[in-house]
């Protein structure tokens, strides 16, 4: 049986974090699932927390052997692997954590020969990205993994370690630099990481991996959509902007998207005939990546683009909420060719939840009558900047 838990987020410990405690329900998950005849794979962006999560849940234990792809030694070594040599790798150790597994060539099937024929030990996969891992372990290993996907630091565990009151007071922040966790770390050097970790993302975990030859397209493109964030994109439209066939368009997308950059929504769609179906929006995991991809880290007070922002960091957020709770809703957005719209959608269990994302407490979202006519039974939310802990918390 493959049982997959995947998009749970974490709270990390950094050594500058004044002494800021990882999430002990991922820890507690963890744990419980040591040592029950399946591998454990977490996935997620660089610096979302993997190793210090894995580090933090193992102190204290013996036995622990660490790996590292990123090691050309640890890939030659595990190049033509053998169960003998595995065993004499492995010794006493009862864990073997393997940093960076997408880095080593068909760690699906070596993680299999230890899962296989070492049971008694617990082994742990860690890849900074979808790209490679997911594709890597998923077929070798069905039915013999844990699957858990990280994301940046959730308002919810924000709340936690602050409290709520400063939370909110930090909300402009978060809105402009993000919610990466050495970004909320270190007041004063979010632009320096912001940028050395956009770079990371770029060219590290994308370009590298798909040997892509123009890096300045797919930096283009990636303006291009966090210019459109909350609006409806066309691949045509971007095709054109970056100077792209649409085809190569639509597979950056998707890179992108598997590098845990973006995200896309699809359009809803049950009754009306004037419904947009084949539409979509993208937005980022994370507010400060887009910010620093377009060069504007300036505060929300004299920012064109607060809409965009907000809509941007309420998506992702929910997103995240949804995720932690383990709650199984599918995310859309709602318009008609008429130009009405709702800003975002959930469907769960088949009841509908309609969102509308308001900076402004004093501006009134205009909801649509012909939605609310269509699906009578839907509960519609105004979110602004007063009353989103209600909608977060």
């Given at each position: 049986?493959l049982?997959?838990?995947?998009k749970?987020?974490?709270?990390?410990?950094?050594?500058?974090?004044?002494s800021?405690?990882?999430?002990?329900k991922?820890?507690?998950?963890i744990?419980?699932?040591?040592?029950k005849?399946?591998?454990?794979v977490?996935?997620?962006?660089r610096?979302?927390?993997?190793?210090?999560?894995?580090k933090d849940?193992?102190?204290?234990m013996?036995?622990?052997?660490?790996?590292?792809?990123d090691n050309?030694?640890?890939?030659?070594?595990?190049?033509s692997?053998?169960?003998?040599?595995?065993?004499?790798?492995?010794?006493n150790?009862?864990?073997?954590?393997?940093?960076e597994?997408?880095?080593?060539?068909?760690?699906?099937?070596?993680?299999?020969?230890?899962?296989?024929?070492?049971p008694?030990v617990?082994l742990?996969?860690t890849?900074?990205?979808l790209?490679?891992?997911?594709?890597?372990?998923?077929e070798?290993l069905?039915g013999r993994?844990?699957?858990?996907?990280?994301f940046?630091?959730?308002?919810a565990?924000l709340?936690?370690h602050?409290?709520?009151?400063?939370?909110?007071?930090k909300?402009?922040?978060?809105?402009v630099?993000?919610?990466?966790?050495?970004v909320?770390?270190?007041l004063g050097?979010?632009r320096e990481?912001?940028?050395?970790?956009t770079?990371s993302?770029?060219y590290?975990?994308?370009?590298?991996?798909?040997?892509?030859?123009?890096?300045?397209?797919?930096?283009r493109l990636l303006?291009?959509?966090?210019y459109q964030?909350?609006s409806?994109?066309?691949?045509?439209?971007?095709?054109?902007?970056v100077?792209?066939?649409?085809?190569?368009?639509?597979k950056?997308?998707?890179?992108?998207?598997q590098a845990q950059v973006?995200?896309r929504?699809g359009?809803f769609?049950r009754?009306?005939?004037?419904e947009i179906?084949?539409?979509?929006k993208?937005?980022f995991?994370d507010?400060?990546i887009?910010?620093?991809?377009i060069?504007?880290l300036?505060?929300?007070s004299?920012?064109?683009?607060?809409?965009?922002?907000?809509?941007?960091?309420m998506v992702?957020?929910?997103i995240?909420?949804n995720?932690?709770?383990l709650?199984?809703?599918q995310?859309?957005?709602?318009r008609?060719?008429?130009?009405?719209?709702?800003?975002?959608l959930e469907?769960?269990d088949?009841?509908l939840?309609a969102?509308?994302?308001?900076?402004?407490p004093?501006?009134?979202?205009?909801?649509?009558?012909t939605?609310l006519?269509a699906?009578?039974?839907?509960?519609v939310v105004?979110?602004?900047?007063?009353?989103?802990?209600?909608v977060l918390a």
């Amino acid at each position: 049986m493959l049982i997959i838990v995947t998009k749970i987020s974490i709270f990390v410990v950094y050594k500058n974090a004044e002494s800021m405690n990882i999430c002990r329900k991922m820890s507690e998950l963890i744990a419980g699932k040591m040592y029950k005849g399946k591998a454990i794979v977490l996935i997620g962006a660089r610096q979302v927390g993997k190793t210090t999560l894995l580090k933090d849940c193992l102190t204290g234990m013996e036995g622990v052997l660490w790996m590292n792809g990123d090691n050309l030694e640890i890939r030659t070594l595990m190049e033509s692997i053998t169960i003998e040599r595995l065993r004499s790798m492995i010794g006493n150790n009862r864990v073997v954590v393997i940093d960076e597994a997408q880095r080593i060539a068909d760690i699906g099937l070596k993680g299999k020969l230890i899962t296989d024929n070492f049971p008694e030990v617990q082994l742990i996969l860690t890849g900074s990205s979808l790209l490679d891992l997911a594709n890597k372990v998923n077929e070798p290993l069905t039915g013999r993994k844990w699957e858990y996907k990280l994301f940046p630091m959730s308002f919810a565990e924000l709340t936690a370690h602050h409290g709520m009151i400063q939370e909110m007071m930090k909300l402009p922040t978060r809105l402009v630099y993000g919610c990466y966790p050495d970004v909320v770390c270190n007041l004063g050097s979010e632009r320096e990481i912001l940028n050395n970790l956009t770079e990371s993302y770029l060219y590290k975990d994308v370009l590298v991996w798909e040997r892509i030859k123009r890096p300045d397209k797919i930096v283009r493109l990636l303006q291009a959509l966090a210019y459109q964030v909350g609006s409806e994109v066309s691949t045509n439209e971007l095709s054109r902007m970056v100077e792209l066939d649409r085809a190569t368009v639509e597979k950056y997308i998707n890179l992108l998207e598997q590098a845990q950059v973006i995200f896309r929504l699809g359009a809803f769609s049950r009754n009306l005939r004037s419904e947009i179906k084949s539409s979509r929006k993208i937005y980022f995991y994370d507010n400060g990546i887009r910010n620093a991809l377009i060069g504007n880290l300036s505060d929300i007070s004299v920012r064109a683009d607060i809409g965009a922002l907000w809509e941007n960091y309420m998506v992702s957020e929910l997103i995240k909420k949804n995720a932690y709770n383990l709650k199984y809703a599918q995310s859309y957005f709602w318009r008609t060719t008429q130009q009405q719209e709702i800003d975002y959608l959930e469907e769960c269990d088949g009841k509908l939840k309609a969102y509308e994302f308001k900076w402004s407490p004093t501006k009134k979202a205009k909801i649509s009558k012909t939605f609310l006519s269509a699906y009578p039974n839907t509960e519609v939310v105004t979110v602004n900047k007063e009353n989103y802990i209600d909608v977060l918390a």
